[in-house]
């Protein structure tokens, strides 16, 4: 049978015995990524040992990623960090060098300035908080990562989110509260209004390295925290 062929075969004998949930093997790396990620819908219905076993393959399968550029330059995937059912899930946009560096998530002076936010509002990666990003590895020199690159890393997100069901979201920067809040309007825009993600809430506001090198924010961002307690404390 020839390549053709053989392709459309699979897709009948899918069909015909599970509803069609094979991707084309020629679409996007995205595709490629949502195999190694599968069936987001299945991890509703699990337990929370089952979801421990299938997080920490999904956290396996991001660390041996190849689905983009991005993971021939890494040192190491960084998939997250932090607990299950989470009070939230902090959304960055990347791993830095220090991150690409140990494969944890804001462990450089973001991140240091990142637990100082949480821990104001009684959070922590420790306790009640689960932190990861829009990537999974550093993009060069920490450009923006580009479309290509997060669509094929987006699946990885989604399946975290079904797994390990964070209450509220708190997406950090522009580039990760424009993906997760789905619009293409300034950071003092988004974080003015309401979204949510996989039908998850969604608090937007300034990334920690903005704040560092921008003191004016810290208003702004302690205004976004409380708003975030005040979802955790009432969902
Ligand atoms: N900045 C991010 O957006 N994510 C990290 O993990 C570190 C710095």
Same mark, same amino acid.
């Given at each position: 049978m020839d390549t053709a062929h053989d392709h459309l075969y699979k897709l009948i004998e899918d069909y015909v015995a599970s /509803?069609?949930?094979?991707?084309? @093997?020629?679409?996007?790396n995205a595709a490629a990524t949502a195999q190694t990620a599968?069936?987001?819908?299945?991890?509703? %219905? %699990?337990?929370g040992e089952e979801r421990e076993r299938r997080l920490a393959d999904l956290v396996a399968a991001i660390r041996s990623?190849?689905?983009? @550029?991005?993971s021939a330059v890494r040192n190491r995937a960084v998939p997250g960090a932090g607990v299950l059912d989470p009070l939230v899930m902090v959304i960055g946009e990347g791993p830095g060098a220090d991150e690409d560096r140990t /494969?944890? @998530?804001?462990? /450089?002076r973001a991140g240091a300035f990142l637990d100082k936010w949480l821990e104001a509002v009684d959070l922590s990666r420790e306790t009640n908080a689960y932190i990861t990003n829009i990537v999974k590895c550093r993009p060069p020199q920490n450009r923006d990562p580009l479309p290509d690159e997060r669509a094929a890393c987006i699946p990885y997100l989604e399946r975290q989110i079904a797994l390990v069901r964070p209450r509220v979201i708190l997406s950090v920067g522009r580039i990760s509260s424009r993906i997760v809040c789905g619009v293409d309007t300034s950071m003092g825009e988004i974080r003015k209004q309401a979204f949510q993600y996989r039908g998850v809430p969604v608090v937007a506001t300034y990334h920690p390295s903005a704040v560092l090198r921008n003191e004016t924010l810290k208003r702004p961002v302690w205004e976004d925290l409380k708003r975030l307690r005040a979802i955790c404390d009432r969902s």
């Open positions: /509803g069609y949930r094979r991707r084309n @093997p020629r679409q996007h599968p069936a987001a819908d299945d991890d509703r %219905v %699990v337990t990623c190849n689905n983009c @550029p991005l /494969g944890e @998530p804001f462990v /450089g």
